[in-house]
């Protein structure tokens, strides 16, 4: 008696007895020997026999009969041993009382893959047939610990090896992509076209931003939107054994123009379980078609494309990374070039200066300028923010300061001169504070004009502590352009000390949110038990120690002078 016994695909193990005159093959209940798979017709085929001889002839099917690799026109002859395929089911007709060269063993073990729903996805067209979509692959996340890859040893091995060995000698992005197409191309044989599709940049259209094609003439022609959208949504690679028949599928037109047989589509997941995109092959030679255990290799080498592409672009972030820290510590050596080398050498005076950014640059700025008639003058500057842009701000505005300083004798008017130079540029809501003092040695005067900073702080001879200026103090530079400042002036006598610092002294932090403070300020400036010329390294070593190990959270400015 004849069989026909499943050996790959649907219900493996399957057998049939053939005892009628005819035996139709089909996926209808109603057939002889059911398959029960989406991309079979309802009545695909027929056996006849003829006494010991035995027909197959294709039902005008979608997909075709093949046997022994070559599809039937009309009818073909059975011999023992020959192979039907029917979609993906590969059907073994046997004439002898033997068993099965498989024993009726299933192939590959348990499988992942599951049927697609079609009514979720579909609507029917009226002709029948099921949609040709014929499994999914769930790839997320939480899916990966339970895969159950079933292919061939040696084509799992095969594919494995050729992307390891190709994504592990790159770390750029832009090469990783071609070389995973390249290895895909020699593990599918059947495949035509391959595309990888990303988001060239976040928040930008999926678009093939690789595409290989066995010929040329076929590279022009896009993948099907509406499967690699599915595939991404749901995380799941997506098999369709006879793409060009799934017209209800909504993608008639890129399936069409290239007349699809067979595709596999697989997302690629990173690691954070995002879809980031999709590999696609798909191939128009019906009698290679895609099967489950080439979905699940592409499943696999999506997953490894994907882990390869988050190294890459950790690595892009570290190289990035480097860069910029190179160019800071660039940024930082020009800044600290344009600060004071050392403090006037001035006779009966002593000076001491600080500057910490809170990042590699930083926008606070101090500065001595030697001035006609012996004089000299002490700067503090504050621009609003800080890093690179507040930095460049006072690179700037440094200049303008020594120019209007030696050009313009009197202090309040060089810092008007200073502030509409500043002004015109047009900073948006950039502003700078500044504090100008000027002392004349000659007269023992102190001119002191306050661009909206905090009052500096006197130390007198006697001990005495007083905060100066702030009455006279003006608007900030940059606030108005035509804005009049006022000069504040006492005599600066033997043993007076002036300190002038930024908020990143009095605003300094510890680790209890607790601020540093001016009357801390004030009254280590107070301490009589430390010497003038000690003042400033005290209230130094002072703020560091009470902000402790909590991290600076402004720019630090400090410059002292006082008199013998």
């Known amino acids: 008696m004849a069989t026909l016994t499943i050996i790959q695909g649907g219900e493996v193990g399957k057998k049939f007895d053939i005892s009628g005159r005819e035996s139709v093959i089909g996926r209808s209940p109603e057939c002889d020997f059911v398959l029960d798979v989406a991309a079979v017709s309802r009545r695909h085929a027929v056996v006849v026999r003829d006494k010991d001889l035995y027909l197959i002839q294709d039902n005008g099917s979608r997909n075709g009969t093949i046997v022994n690799g070559h599809q039937i026109e009309g009818q073909a002859q059975l011999r023992d041993g020959d192979q039907i395929l029917i979609c993906d089911v590969l059907i073994e007709f046997r004439n002898v009382a033997a068993p099965s060269l498989l024993g009726g063993a299933a192939i590959g073990g348990s499988s992942l893959l599951s049927p697609l729903d079609a009514a979720a996805l579909l609507e029917d067209d009226g002709s029948g047939d099921?949609?040709?979509?014929?499994?999914?692959?769930?790839?997320?996340?939480?899916?990966?610990?339970?895969?159950?890859?079933?292919?061939?040893?040696?084509?799992?091995?095969?594919?494995?090896?050729?992307?390891?060995?190709?994504?592990?000698?790159?770390?750029?992005?832009?090469?990783?992509?071609?070389?995973?197409?390249?290895?895909?191309?020699?593990?599918?044989?059947?495949?035509?076209?391959?595309?990888?599709?990303?988001?060239?940049?976040?928040?930008?259209?999926?678009?093939?931003?690789?595409?290989?094609?066995?010929?040329?003439?076929?590279?022009?022609?896009?993948?099907?939107?509406?499967?690699?959208?599915?595939?991404?949504?749901?995380?799941?690679?997506?098999?369709?054994?006879?793409?060009?028949?799934?017209?209800?599928?909504?993608?008639?037109?890129?399936?069409?123009?290239?007349?699809?047989?067979?595709?596999?589509?697989?997302?690629?997941?990173?690691?954070?379980?995002?879809?980031i995109g999709v590999i696609q092959l798909d191939t128009r030679d019906q009698r290679s078609r895609f099967t489950d255990l080439d979905l699940q290799v592409l499943a696999g080498v999506a997953s490894q494309a994907a882990h390869a592409l988050d190294n890459a672009k950790l690595h892009e972030q570290v190289v990035a990374q480097q860069a910029l820290t190179r160019d800071l510590q660039v940024a930082r050596e020009m800044q600290t070039a344009l600060l004071p080398k050392a403090a006037p050498d001035v006779g009966g005076y002593h000076f001491f200066q600080h500057y910490q950014a809170a990042y590699e640059v930083g926008g606070d700025y101090y500065d001595y300028v030697l001035l006609p008639e012996d004089r000299f003058a002490a700067v503090v500057g504050d621009v609003a923010g800080k890093g690179v842009s507040a930095a460049i701000l006072m690179a700037k505005l440094s200049s303008d300061v020594r120019f209007w300083l030696a050009r313009e004798p009197d202090p309040a008017k060089a810092l008007a001169k200073i502030n509409a130079a500043f002004s015109q540029h047009g900073w948006d809501d950039r502003f700078v504070t500044m504090v100008v003092a000027v002392v004349d040695p000659q007269a023992c005067e102190l001119t002191l004009v306050n661009a909206g900073h905090m009052p500096p702080l006197l130390r007198t001879g006697d001990g005495e502590v007083m905060e100066i200026g702030g009455d006279e103090a003006g608007l900030p530079l940059g606030v108005a352009d035509d804005y009049e400042y006022e000069s504040y002036k006492r005599e600066f006598l033997a043993g007076d000390f002036l300190t002038i610092f930024t908020d990143g002294f009095s605003e300094a932090m510890n680790s209890k949110r607790e601020l540093y403070g001016m009357e801390r300020l004030t009254q280590l400036c107070a301490d009589k038990s430390v010497k003038a010329r000690d003042l400033g390294p005290c209230i130094l070593e002072s703020v560091h120690k009470f902000a402790g190990d909590f991290p600076q959270s402004d720019d630090m400015c400090l410059v002292c002078f006082g008199r013998e």
Do not use: Y
């Not at 090896?161 to 990783?176: A, G, P, Q």
């Not at 022009?220 to 369709?240: D, G, Q």
């Not at 209800?248 to 890129?254: G, L, V």
């Open 130 to 275: 099921e949609s040709e979509i014929m499994a999914t692959f769930d790839v997320g996340r939480e899916a990966k610990a339970t895969w159950q890859v079933s292919a061939k040893p040696e084509q799992q091995l095969m594919a494995m090896i050729e992307i390891s060995s190709n994504l592990s000698n790159t770390l750029e992005v832009k090469e990783i992509l071609p070389k995973i197409l390249d290895s895909l191309f020699k593990i599918f044989i059947q495949a035509d076209r391959g595309f990888i599709i990303m988001r060239p940049k976040p928040g930008a259209p999926l678009v093939p931003v690789v595409t290989k094609a066995r010929r040329h003439d076929d590279e022009e022609t896009r993948p099907s939107r509406t499967i690699i959208s599915r595939a991404m949504n749901e995380k799941k690679a997506i098999l369709s054994a006879d793409a060009a028949s799934d017209a209800r599928f909504n993608m008639a037109q890129s399936i069409a123009d290239f007349q699809i047989r067979s595709l596999i589509c697989a997302p690629m997941i990173d690691s954070n379980g995002e879809a």
